[in-house]
């Protein structure tokens, strides 16, 4: 008695005809295959500056211990603007919002000193501020040597999704009327 085939055996069959089967069709015997032929190099043409003098370097090797950078004294001009203050760092940005996931991953959304909201993840900088962590209602963020913690403020928050208008008086002198 002949038994059933099962159903999957058909699909493979006809896969496997068709790895055997496409090849072989592929490479009919009336085409030749197209090797590229080889190409000559392109030349291009070089051109050699002069070399300043080499006196500095042989004086002070690259890799002597005792080798000091060269430093130029500042024009008569430089001191007046040496003398004149820093300018101030860029202000603090503000902590707008705390996004946070599962796994420690978060961002913070800032608010910057000229009133735009950006989000930054950790490792990011606003303004020369770099991100060093977030918290629940937190951010750390450091400039060269300073490092400042920023707290969400909850304190201009409306409640309950919004501030409405205020009630008529006399609608609240009639509610105590009654």
């Not at 950078?69 to 919002?97: F, H, K, R, T, Y």
């Amino acid at each position: 008695m002949i038994e059933r085939v099962p159903r999957y055996v058909w699909p493979v069959l006809l896969g496997l005809a068709i790895l055997i089967l496409g090849p072989i069709w592929l490479l009919d015997d009336d085409q030749e295959l197209a090797i590229p032929k080889r190409t000559e190099p392109v030349l291009t043409e070089i051109t050699l500056r002069d070399v300043p003098s080499l006196e500095p370097v042989i004086a002070a090797p690259l890799f002597n211990p005792a080798r000091s950078p060269v430093v130029e004294l500042p024009d008569e001009a430089s001191p007046a603007e040496a003398e004149a203050e820093p300018p101030p760092p860029a202000p603090l940005p503000q902590l707008v919002g705390v996004i946070s996931a599962r796994r420690g991953k978060a961002a913070a959304i800032v608010r910057t000193a000229n009133g735009e909201e950006v989000t930054l993840k950790r490792g990011e900088t606003v303004e020369g501020w770099l991100l060093k962590s977030v918290g629940k209602g937190d951010a750390v963020f450091a400039m060269s040597d300073r490092v400042e913690t920023v707290r969400l403020d909850f304190g201009n928050r409306a409640m309950g999704g919004g501030a409405g208008p205020e009630p008529d008086t006399e609608a609240r002198g009639n509610e105590q009327r009654d």
